[in-house]
């Protein structure tokens, strides 16, 4: 019930499509879905989140689909660029705790 | 831009062991928060820690793990006695009050010999 699923586990995608990257949870407790973004030797750094309450939000080329009946979200990354190749996490808590709970990653290279 | 500092990036010990890994959340943060990677494995959570003290901790966080907040400024993961299945990343990240982003450090990397 805590997991959370992450596909695909790599994805190359042509500079200037589009990136998808899918995640789907099991615990409907669960109020607050974060994807992080990480480059090698960093930290994870929060790129977009989103609330049950909406089915998708946009911040510039990043935006995020919710679907609450299917217990799934998605991040997708329009005019993708090489500067975007990193790992891509979805995770998902409480909002009440933060204690997050990690999809497996995705590993996107943008080829020029 | 504020950011969570980790000291070491990189530790090698021997098996049995006690490693210390410290962090200095955003400083006006108030929830901290400790979670590893094993190599090419998820991210888990470890532990959260509130008002000095912890407020969840994961099946991971066993009495070979504890935390610590000494001066007001550093947070601190210690492991007594380290295991081979330690080895791993280690990140650290911090939130402030009423806020719902986690800020992570760049991690301590363990390796138990």
């Known amino acids: 019930q805590q997991q959370v699923k992450q596909s695909p586990q790599s994805l190359i995608v042509q500079k200037g499509g589009i990136s998808i990257i899918n995640c789907a949870y099991e615990?409907?407790?669960?109020?607050?879905f974060p994807w992080y973004q990480q480059f090698p030797g960093k930290g994870p750094a929060l790129l977009i989140a989103?609330?049950?309450d909406v089915s998708e939000k946009k911040e510039g080329r990043f935006t995020i689909s919710f679907n609450k009946s299917a217990k799934q979200f998605s991040l997708h990354i329009m005019d993708s660029q090489p500067g975007d190749s990193a790992t891509y996490f979805c995770?998902?808590?409480?909002?009440?705790?933060?204690?997050?709970?990690w999809g497996a990653g995705t590993k996107l290279i943008i080829k020029p | 831009e504020p950011e969570v500092t980790q000291t070491p990036s990189h530790q090698v010990t021997q098996m049995g062991q006690e490693v210390i890994l410290r962090c200095v959340p955003i400083?006006?943060?108030?929830?901290f928060y400790w979670y590893r990677q094993i190599l090419g494995q998820k991210v888990e959570f470890l532990v959260s820690?509130?008002?000095?003290?912890?407020?969840?901790k994961s099946e991971i966080f066993d009495d070979q793990f504890s935390v610590e907040r000494p001066d007001g400024s550093n947070f601190t993961l210690k492991i007594r006695s380290t295991k081979l299945e330690d080895s791993a990343m280690y990140f650290c990240?911090?939130?402030?009050?009423?806020?719902?982003?986690?800020?992570f450090g760049a991690g301590s990397r363990l390796t138990v010999l």
């Open positions: 995770a998902a808590s409480k909002a009440s705790n933060y204690q997050l709970i």
């Open positions: 615990n409907t407790a669960f109020d607050y």
């Open positions: 989103i609330r049950p």
């Open positions: 400083s006006n943060h108030l929830y």
């Open positions: 820690f509130y008002n000095n003290e912890i407020s969840e």
């Open positions: 990240a911090s939130r402030g009050q009423g806020a719902n982003v986690l800020t």
